[in-house]
């Protein structure tokens, strides 16, 4: 698989996974546009983070969106505990 496949294929995985986060932790406030962002960079999160902790939740694309929709989901968590310690 060539990079810009593979580039192309990551933000389409993120995109799902930003909207999946966004449904799971709702009351983020970040809208649509802004959830697709956090799965994206969840989604590279995911990839660095997770096998770094040792966890494998398989191959293919049905596993990446839900280690993306993972580490999304735990930035969006950051992003609530941030706003809420700054209010």
Known sequence: MDFNTLLSLTLL???IAG???GQLVQGTGCGLLGDIFVGIV???VAAVLFPILGLN???GTVAGIV???LGAAILLLIV???RQASA
Request: zero cysteines.
């Open 67 to 69: 280690a993306a929709t």
């Open 57 to 59: 939740l398989g191959g």
């Open 13 to 15: 995985i993120g995109a």
């Open 42 to 44: 969840g989604a590279l």
């Open 19 to 21: 909207w999946f986060a």
């Open 80 to 82: 609530r505990l941030i």
